[in-house]
T-cell receptor, first 120, second 113 residues
Framework: DTGVSQNPRHKITKRGQNVTFRCDPI?????LYWYRQTLGQGPEFLTY??????LEKSRLLSDRFSAERPKGSFSTLEIQRTEQGDSAMYLC????????WGPGSSYEQYFGPGTRLTVT | KNEVEQSPQNLTAQEGEFITINCSYS?????LHWLQQHPGGGIVSLFM???GKKKHGRLIATINIQEKHSSLHITASHPRDSAVYIC???????????????FGQGTILTVHP
């Protein structure tokens, strides 16, 4: 299967514990995005990488969150000292890098199945 | 006001009906995406468009760049079309296509047999 994969699919943790999620993008995709989706809402942008460089982080990403993409391949998202408000679906997507700017410059994003985090 | 607004939030239809979901946005975009999400979380890209109209099977997506509005149509709806449909835009600023998506809240579609 050459799609985007995420592990684990489900994670239940106690408040205060650290958790780490992994995303394996489509191999030739140099852009990788992390999004978070809470129940009944559309996803929200967290951060994205172009190759190994983390180019933007949302204000939603507090100091407890850290993401890496070593060697521009898979990515990890770590949440330290989890809080109940962190309970959500964490989605990863990958794409090719856009061509220039303006209409028509984007590439389609391919999403993984998500990791559902429950903090008790 | 959200940058991406969808309507309606909930839509119920009978099998065979023609369905329209609307999306309005307020930022400059490089593309507008229509996505489908089934229970359990997986998101599938249906369309990515920056002008005009695209068709795939019973699904049609249109966009009016001047009015910053897009519609997703489903002809001859079927119960298997029941899902959440999400509009998202990839915006640009300062001459660089960032690519990150800004999402609407989604439209929950239920098609009854």
């Amino acid at each position: 299967d050459t799609g985007v994969s995420q592990n684990p699919r489900h994670k239940i943790t106690k408040r205060g514990q650290n958790v780490t999620f992994r995303c394996d993008p489509i191999s030739e995709h140099n852009r990788l995005y992390w999004y978070r989706q809470t129940l009944g809402q559309g996803p929200e942008f967290l951060t994205y990488f172009q190759n190994e460089a983390q180019l933007e982080k949302s204000r939603l990403l507090s100091d407890r969150f850290s993401a890496e993409r070593p060697k521009g391949s898979f990515s990890t998202l770590e949440i330290q000292r989890t809080e109940q408000g962190d309970s959500a679906m964490y989605l990863c997507a990958s794409s090719l890098v856009g061509r220039g700017w303006g209409p028509g410059s984007s590439y389609e994003q391919y999403f993984g199945p998500g990791t559902r985090l429950t903090v008790t | 006001k959200n940058e991406v607004e969808q309507s309606p939030q909930n839509l119920t239809a009978q099998e065979g009906e023609f369905i329209t979901i609307n999306c309005s946005y307020s930022v400059g975009i490089s593309a507008l995406h229509w996505l489908q999400q089934h229970p359990g979380g997986g998101i599938v890209s249906l369309f990515m468009l920056s002008s005009g109209k695209k068709k795939h099977g019973r699904l049609i997506a249109t966009i009016n760049i001047q009015e910053k509005h897009s519609s997703l149509h489903i002809t001859a709806s079927h119960p298997r079309d029941s899902a959440v449909y999400i509009c998202a835009v990839s915006s640009y600023a300062g001459g660089t296509s960032y690519g990150k998506l800004t999402f609407g809240q989604g439209t929950i579609l239920t098609v009854h047999p």
